[in-house]
T-cell receptor
Framework: AQSVSQHNHHVILSEAASLELGCNYSYGGTVNLFWYVQYPGQHLQLLLKYFSGDPLVKGIKGFEAEFIKSKFSFNLRKPSVQWSDTAEYFCAVTGGNSGYSTLTFGKGTMLLVSP | DVKVTQSSRYLVKRTGEKVFLECVQDMDHENMFWYRQDPGLGLRLIYFSYDVKMKEKGDIPEGYSVSREKKERFSLILESASTNQTSMYLC????????????FGSGTRLTVV
């Protein structure tokens, strides 16, 4: 079974600081990669996704992620965070192995941005 | 917009009760999912369904069952609720299993006392 590891459970940043959230996955075959965000009291929303092609993916709200196949990583970045980015962020993966392939999530990273 | 509606936002049930969590989607998606979300554990898949009357176990199916009698509705059943099933339950739907595109409901926070 595939697994997803997120490096930090909690991150605290000041506004305008740069953000990088780590994500590694275990499956070595073809994967589809996702970052979801959950703002306080809201439902999960898709930030960005990678299927193939350019390994640098841009998403909503100024977020981007880079797929590095050799490192099994898909880190999320934002050059300058805002207070409104306070949320929980989840990395997720589907893999092309046999059988059904549903979204497997990491444990999440809670980001707190102080004004 | 795709909408996934979960019938209850908060539920409090007693140990041993049979509990039904209901989920309805309005975009004719083939696939529906039940996850539970716990602090520090992320989202874990309980069951999913890829067609009416079809279901597959996820990573943590023990203590749960599901029902999908109509395409738009997917129910999660706790046969005999226990305190370790206190959690946030999230329903999702998607046109594809592996291509993402999951749309999530707002969740049902279940407390078993």
């Amino acid at each position: 079974a595939q697994s997803v590891s997120q490096h930090n459970h909690h991150v605290i940043l000041s506004e305008a600081a740069s953000l990088e959230l780590g994500c590694n996955y275990s499956y070595g075959g073809t994967v589809n990669l996702f970052w979801y965000v959950q703002y306080p009291g809201q439902h999960l929303q898709l930030l960005l996704k990678y299927f193939s092609g350019d390994p640098l993916v841009k998403g909503i709200k100024g977020f981007e992620a880079e797929f590095i196949k050799s490192k099994f990583s898909f880190n999320l970045r934002k050059p300058s965070v805002q207070w409104s980015d306070t949320a929980e962020y989840f990395c997720a993966v589907t893999g092309g192995n046999s059988g059904y392939s549903t979204l497997t999530f990491g444990k999440g990273t809670m980001l707190l941005v102080s004004p | 917009d795709v909408k996934v509606t979960q019938s209850s936002r908060y539920l409090v049930k007693r140990t041993g009760e049979k509990v039904f969590l209901e989920c309805v989607q309005d975009m004719d998606h083939e696939n529906m999912f039940w996850y539970r979300q716990d602090p520090g554990l992320g989202l874990r898949l309980i069951y999913f369904s890829y067609d009416v009357k079809m279901k597959e176990k996820g990573d943590i199916p023990e203590g749960y069952s599901v029902s999908r009698e109509k395409k738009e509705r997917f129910s999660l059943i706790l046969e005999s609720a226990s305190t370790n099933q206190t959690s946030m339950y999230l329903c999702a739907s998607s046109p594809s299993l592996s291509m993402g595109g999951y749309t999530f409901g707002s969740g049902t926070r279940l407390t078993v006392v």
